[in-house]
Each structure stands twice: as structure tokens, then as C-alpha cells.
């Protein structure tokens, strides 16, 4: 995929150094201003677990049309030390640059084909006043290799620096400036196949499936959030602090994720939308509690940001291994809910989504996203305020509930048809009930009655029988009858997406499913897609294939099912999924 | 206006005769009634093991969730309906083991609900185990040698915190228990009640007739100062943690909700959950 119409459509730039001398921020600011000009980006950092020292990388597509994935090349590299070229070259292609500081005597590695470029960051930024500029050099010399206006990124360099006055602004520009002078000096002018074509200039929303979860928790009307930190979900919980007391909410960093799931039960059960998040330790600890939710028909939402496991595993890696948890964990059976946005755009919706049906249903709904999605931090669509919508279920803050003179309490467990029972929440008159995690009666009363005990469990593994979800699978299947069906769940989508062409230029006929409802599984959806493929492909992060032993016990069709598992800690390239599914052939 | 009887409903406990846990049950439905509340103005949120039945005893709303997590689920409730009065209860393993965690965060925190433990220094539920709260060489099924651990003391604790309101009281005591859970239910901020609450079928050391010969009441102590942390401090050390009544409590303490910045100072239970248009599009265009 080089030269050609490919090359000028987008570009693919990334940025290395030791964590904590400003690499996120050198990204950031690119990226924003490329945004700004209308571009859709795609951006995923790699960062370990230490706050200082280390290496790290914020790679960083630019396209004009949508991305969802990291590209598999690299056309430029901003490398800050050695080690940066040393463990990213293998990334950029032969007609591909190196643009290096001269400050710690760069030198190629051996395989790489593309081209090196010294241009002294730290010297210039230093005779601007301080090193700390270099980013900004590094910025300049981007532009001059992209062939971009410096003044195109004056805007945003206005809105970071401002508040620290006029003369800081214009020394960062300048050294926008000199590294973009120095740049082309030294490459003899502009690089022609590095150029892009120019985007649309309509402004897009920037932002990663963090911020959507949390804007998508704020338009759901959640007011509450008790959570302990913990990556990659912590920026849920950094928004929501910053933007609930607007609407006089809160959030409450709690000492466990133990205490963060049953204060937010605490809030559901007394009528406020609270939202918990975290990843796999966190859920391992919530997993109690969301048996709790469960057997006392406490509307529970929890948004789980997978990363590396099991135990501390790899913190910041990508990896999608809680899915058997999430479905199974917690002891006994209980009704569940278990959704998986596969888009940033989907993770807004189905955050509003996942509150209307915790409440609809009166049962625990899991969010699950990943760290990719969670942290990749990508153009967005516009999200449409009409399409937000609340729905609350059986609970009626409104009515008046008849007196009853025994003393006997609300049946808040009424056996109904639909499973579902009526909700009232406290300070309620005439609303007065008890709740348990014990088992219990129509009142809420303990009661170990075998009958009861059959029509309690009855009414509550009932109520999902009928759960409405908006396309439970996202498909895209034009194919009748396909060669090969792919499925995957959460990031993936991106990946999958851009392999498919390819294998279509191959002569295959491929039909693609990502499964957005996991639990209860969407059998019925899926089952038509598996049985008119001749092979399915089942792409996932994780070591032992969970969502395709899920689909294999589902639908079945276990003979033509294949396993294509990443489980390194990095994302599925797009080349990797189309070469794993070219072997099967 | 409600009465103590509005308060009791028709549930028969499962207690053993003898319990310390009815005089508590009774003295939060007087203290409840007292404070001028009606039954669904309450929330009761309680743990697992004998004592944590108590939700299901009294006439207000009530939650009995999982072991040792009263007080989140608590916390809960009253950030959602800060016009609730809340009161968290369990026994001594449900706080100061399973739970301790929890405890002593809660007591920092300082959300305004009211903390009641029922302290009997033995596993009862489980028939007869040995508790954070029992004696060294304690003889209990599961320290059949005697216990070699020290037990905690939980009043020390409990003012290390910063705790607003420290209290301990003697379930025979029901007048002055009310008066202590009234208090509490008054207090702006954290309160905790710890309360001896003897189980007469597993712990046959820590009885009735021991408490009485063995408990200080703090109001006989001429001189002592309920606003004095030090004084608080070193008089539990003095007596081993034996005191009963009002130990500490500070008054110029913010809660929770008067700190927290923004919080409203309505039940969000009001709240219009729909946001308006006009903050949508602000809010989007922030990551423009």
C-alpha cells in the first residue's frame, strides 16, 4: 500500500520518546490541529504502567476519509531518542522518514529502508528560551514535510498557551516556525508523496470512547459516580468529577471497586442513575455485587474497560479477555445484560441505552468496551441530541400508591407476566418494602419456600425473554452465501473493516458481524450468517477464543469456526486479520 | 406525627430469646419517632449475620444487601435522597472484618447517615466463631485453643478517623441508647453507635452481668469533655474500650454534602434526567 492514491488520502505519523517528556502533548497537538482541518484521525498510544521513563509512542492516522484502526505502516517517525527508531523502524515503509533530534546523534537501524533527517528539537527550542519547546519543533517539522501552513496551527496553540499570556504563544509558534524553516532546508524542499490531499474543514468532535462513555452517562441522566481509579476507565471518572457538580451531581472516588458497585446499587435502589467503571481486577471485585443487583432487581450499570489479564496482567495493553467473567461471574443465575459498543459514536448511545435498560429491566447491564476503544482516541461523527432518550421502566415517581392498613408491605416482586415487577423507591408513601439479597417473597420478605423460591427465580430469569436491543449485530453482509463470515466484538470492528476489501480484491465474498449484545446471546441474528458461510473467522484479543467458544455453544457450526486470537498486548493490525483469513483458504 | 409503634411492623425477628438485638430494634424505632419522622422518611441498610436481619424488623424502607457492605449501599441512598435519613447496621464481623475497610472510609468521608453496630464479640450466624472484637484466648469453634489475636479497639479506631460522632451503648440500656441514636440521627455528618449487644447462645464470657460489672458510664466521669478528642482517647485506653455513652463528637465538622463542591442541596431524585439541548451542544463542542 504505497504511493499512489493511498499516500495522498492519509498518512500515518507517529511520535516516540520517554514517557513524561511531553509525548502525549506533541500528538495531542497535532492532532487537534489536523482535525480542525477537517480530517479524520485515528490515534492509539502505547504507554506502560510508570509515570516517568520508558518508552512511549502516540501514533497517529490522518485521513480524509474515516478510520477506526491502527494503519499498518508508518510514513513518519518524530523520534526524540534512539530507542524510538530503534523499535518503531520496522513500522514505516521504504519511502517513509525519520525526523530526529540532532541531540542524541540519531542513526538508522539497519532494516529500514526509509530516510533519516536530523533536525536539532532541543538546540532550537533552547535558543528559543526553553528545551521544554521541542515538541513544538518536532510539530514545525511535520508541517514543513506535510507541506502545511505553520498559521494553520495558530488556533490551537492560541487555546493551549493563551491563559499563560500573548509572548508564550508566539515563542511556541516560532518554533513551529523554525522547525518547519529547518525541515525543509534540510530536505530540500517539500516531500511530494508525503503531501495529503486537503480535508473537508468541517469540524468534527475528537475525542476517545472514554469521553463518549462519559457524555453518554451525563445525557442519560446519571448524576452519581463512585469509582476507584484504574486504567484505562480512570477519564470516565476525570470528566464526570469536572462535569457533574454543573448538574449537581457528584462523584465519589470510593476505597474499592466493592464499595464503588454497591454504593452505586445504593443510589440506583433509591431512584438516582449512578454509574461505576472500571476494568478486569475492578470487576473481579464487583462481581458480589452484581449478584446483589441481580436477585434484588436493583438497576446496576457498569462500564468495563478491558486490558491485559489475568490479575495485573498488562495494564496498559489492549486485550479482550473478561468476556467469560462478565457473562458468568457472580454466583448463581441471574438475569444480565451484557453490551459491547464497537464504535466511539456507539459507545454514546449505548452508555444512554445501557440505562434505560438497567432500569426497563431491573437487572445489572455490563458495558464492555476495551482499551482500545476506551483510549484510542479517534474523529467522531456528530452525535444527535434528538436521539437521546429516556426510559425508565416501571418506575413511576409520579403515582400515588393506594394505602394498604396492615402494615403490610409494597410487592415490589409482584409475579408478573412479564417478569417485571413495579417499582417504587424510597420516601415514597405507601411504598414501604423490604429488599434483600436473600431470597424472598412478592414484599421482599426472606422466604426459603420451595414454591416461591421456583416462582421468584421464574419471574426474574423471564424477563429477558423479550428484551428489545437495537441491532444486537452490527452487520454488514452483502454477500448470500459468503466464503467466509467474519465476527468480532468491540475494536476490532476497525481492523476487520480494512481487511475485508482486501480479501474481496482476492476474490473472496466475505460477510462481517460484530456483535454488539452479548448477553443474552443474539443467537437468532446470527445463526443465518453462520450457516451460509463456508467459513467463519472469529477475531478477538484473547488466548483461549471466548467469544468463539460463546458463538460455537450459541449457534453451533463448531467444524468451520476458526480462531484468529491476538493476545501480545498490542491491536489487531488490519494486515494481520487479512493475512490470518487468507490462510484459512 | 408518627409514633415508636408506626415503626415496628409485623415480622417476628429470627433471634434467639435474650438477644441484645431487640433492645436495638426498639431504641431505633423510638429514636426514629422521637426525631419526627414518619416510616418512609427512613431507609434502614443492613449487613449479613444475625444482626443485620434488623431492616426487615423495622416499619421504613429497608435494605439488607451482602456481607460487610452496609455502608456503601448506605452512602448510596443518601447521595441520591440526602432528605432520607439513613442508618447503616451489622454486627461487629460485618464492620470491623469483612467490612473494616468500608468502615473506616465512611467514618472519613462523613456522609450524614447514622452507623450502628451491634457488637456481640462472637460470629453468631455461623454458630459461634471468633470476631475482630473478641478477647485474647477467647475459646470459639475456630479458636478451640484460645484466640492468640488481640481484639481491635474499635473506639480508638473509630476517633483515629476523624470520626464527628462517637458513641457506645449497652442494649439494656434502652433509654439511654435512644437518646444516643437520637443524637446520631441529629448529628450533621458521620455518626457511629457502636452498641454491646450480648448474644446469650455463642458467647457465654462477654454476658449481660459481665457488661454491667465491667462498663464505665462516661456521664459518671466528673470532668469529662465530649468535645475533647485527647481526653476521649486516653479514657478508652484507661477503661480498655468499657465505656458507655457519648464518647466524642465535633460540631464544627462539615459533611459531606455541605463540602462536596456543586452538590446539590435537593434530593437528586428530583432531578430532570433529560438535558437541555443548549448544554448538550456546549458540552459537545468542548472536544471540537
Known sequence: MKGGIWMRDQLSWKVGGQQGEGIDSTGEIFAIAMNRLGYYLYGYRHFSSRIKGGHTNNKIRVSTNEVRSVSDDLDILIAFDQETIDLNSHELHDNGIIIADSKFKPEKADETGASLYVVPFTEIAADLGTSLMKNMVAIGATTGALGLDVNQFEEVVKEIFGRKGEKVVEKNMEAIRQGAAYFKKESGGQIENLKLNEADGRRRMFMIGNDAIALGALSAGVRFMPAYPITPASEIMEYLIKKLPDFGGTVIQTEDEIAAATMAIGSNYAGVRALTASAGPGLSLMMESIGLSGITETPLVIVDTQRGGPSTGLPTKQEQSDLMAVIYGTHGDIPKIVMAPSTVEEAFYDTIQAFNLAEEYQCPVILLSDLQLSLGKQTVEPLDYNKIEIRRGKLDLQQEIPARGDKSYFKRYEVTEDGISPRVIPGMVNGIHHVTGVEHDETGKPSESPSNRQSQMDKRLRKLSNLKFDTPVHKKAPHEEADLLIIGYVSTRGGIEEAIPRLENEGLKVNHAQIRLIHPFPSEELRPLVESARKVAIVEHNGTGQLANLVKMNVGHAEKIHHILKYNGNPFLPKEIHNKCKELF | ?????????????????????????????????????????????????????????????????????????????????????????????????????????????????????????????????????????????????????????????????????????????????????????????????????????????????????????????????????????????????????????????????????????????????????????????EFM
Not at chain 2, 431507609?43 to 436481619?53: D, L, N, P
Not at chain 2, 479506631?157 to 451503648?169: D, I, K, P, R, S
Not at chain 2, 475533647?228 to 485506653?237: D, E, F, K, L
Request: net charge negative.
Open chain 2, 1 to 285: 406525627m408518627a409514633t415508636f409503634k408506626d415503626f415496628r411492623n409485623n415480622v417476628k425477628p429470627n433471634w434467639c430469646p435474650g438477644c441484645g438485638d431487640f433492645s436495638v430494634q426498639a431504641a431505633i424505632q423510638r429514636a426514629s419517632a422521637n426525631v419526627g419522622l414518619e416510616p418512609e422518611q427512613l431507609a434502614v441498610i443492613s449487613g449479613i449475620g444475625c444482626s443485620g436481619r434488623i431492616s426487615g424488623y423495622i416499619q421504613s424502607y429497608g435494605f439488607h444487601g451482602i456481607h460487610g457492605r452496609s455502608l456503601p449501599i448506605a452512602q448510596g441512598v443518601k447521595m441520591a435522597n440526602r432528605d432520607l435519613t439513613v442508618i447503616a447496621s451489622g454486627g461487629d464481623g460485618d464492620g470491623f472484618a469483612i467490612g473494616m475497610g468500608h468502615t473506616i472510609h465512611a467514618m472519613k468521608r462523613n456522609i450524614d447517615i447514622t452507623y450502628i453496630v451491634m457488637d456481640n464479640q462472637i460470629y453468631g450466624l455461623t454458630k459461634g466463631q471468633t470476631s475482630p472484637t473478641s478477647a485474647e484466648g477467647f475459646t470459639t469453634k475456630s479458636t478451640p485453643s484460645g484466640s492468640v489475636e488481640s481484639p481491635l479497639s474499635i473506639m480508638e479506631m473509630a476517633l483515629a478517623t476523624g470520626c464527628g460522632f462517637v458513641a457506645q451503648g449497652f442494649s439494656t440500656d434502652l433509654k439511654d441508647l435512644v437518646s444516643l441514636i437520637e443524637q446520631g440521627i441529629n448529628h450533621k455528618g458521620f455518626s457511629f453507635i457502636n452498641v454491646f449487644s450480648p448474644c446469650v447462645t455463642f458467647n457465654k464470657v462477654n454476658t449481660y452481668d459481665w457488661f454491667k460489672e465491667h462498663l464505665v458510664n462516661l456521664n459518671e466521669i466528673v470532668g469529662y469533655d465530649t468535645s475533647n478528642r485527647g481526653m476521649a482517647m486516653q479514657t478508652i485506653i484507661e477503661h480498655n474500650g468499657l465505656v458507655k455513652g457519648l464518647i466524642y463528637k465535633d460540631d464544627k465538622k462539615k459533611s459531606y454534602q455541605e463540602a462536596a463542591h456543586g452538590y446539590s442541596d435537593k434530593p437528586l431524585t428530583g432531578t430532570d434526567l433529560k438535558l437541555p439541548e443548549e448544554k448538550f451542544n456546549e458540552l459537545v463542542a
